[in-house]
């Protein structure tokens, strides 16, 4: 089982609409948890962290995670052509230094 | 200047050839990571560096080897590398404790011969 599973997609969205992207984990030790977003050939950036239950939501962009069905998700409202990448989600276990990361879900944005 | 700054960007180098990547960080970070990117797959953590000294090695092959002098440069040394090597290989930093993200350099694309 991977240690962090997502839909590699593409996803398709018009801009403008929502787009939500989601993410699983298998361990339930996970503490921390991370949306990067990755554009074709750049490394991946910090757009999101979240650390307990709930919603977090930064400009247009929400995070959502639930402990309980191990699962984190990232919502892009007023979704652009710029948002057009990779996003990747990562976990963060109980050792501190241990971040797992899915393999990624591709948004497409038509204008 | 940039947080985390890999150098070179990209690389050529054949089979027999022995090269390094070179990361530094600016982010006052004292743990280092090298991962590596292939095509279609997850990110594989490398090796984990806290406080200079090597916290994780995940099974990697010996023709890579890392080296911490401090706790702001990371080298990865390459020696005798095969063609599935190729990849795009990312330098990372964080702050030791838990919760912290890790930020990471542009990568370098490596190419094997």
């Known amino acids: 089982q991977k240690e962090v599973e997502q839909n590699s997609g593409p996803l398709s969205v018009p801009e403008g609409a929502i787009a939500s992207l989601n993410c699983t984990y298998s361990d339930r030790g996970s503490q921390s948890f991370f949306w990067y977003r990755q554009y074709s050939g750049k490394s991946p950036e910090l757009i999101m962290s979240?650390?307990?239950?709930g919603d977090k939501e930064d400009g247009r962009f929400t995070a959502q995670l639930n402990k309980a069905s191990q699962y984190v998700s990232l919502l892009i409202r007023d979704s652009q052509p710029s948002d057009s990448a990779t996003y990747l989600c990562a976990v963060n276990r109980d050792n501190f230094n241990k971040f797992y990361f899915g393999s990624g879900t591709k948004l497409n944005v038509k204008p | 200047e940039t947080g985390v700054t890999q150098t070179p960007r990209h690389l050529v180098m054949g089979m027999t050839n022995k090269k390094s990547l070179k990361c530094e960080q600016h982010?006052?970070?004292?743990?280092m990571y090298w991962y590596k990117q292939s095509a279609k797959k997850p990110l594989e953590l490398m090796f984990v560096?806290?406080?200079?000294?090597?916290?994780e090695n995940n099974s990697v092959p010996s023709r890579f080897s890392p080296e911490c002098p401090n706790s702001s440069h990371l080298f990865l040394h390459l020696h005798t590398l095969q063609p599935e090597d190729s990849a795009l290989y990312l330098c990372?930093?964080?702050?030791?404790?838990?919760?912290?993200?890790?930020?990471f350099g542009q990568g370098t694309r490596l190419t094997v011969v």
């Open positions: 982010l006052g970070h004292n743990a």
């Open positions: 979240i650390y307990s239950n």
């Open positions: 990372a930093s964080s702050q030791d404790r838990v919760s912290i993200a890790i930020f």
């Open positions: 560096y806290s406080l200079e000294e090597r916290v």
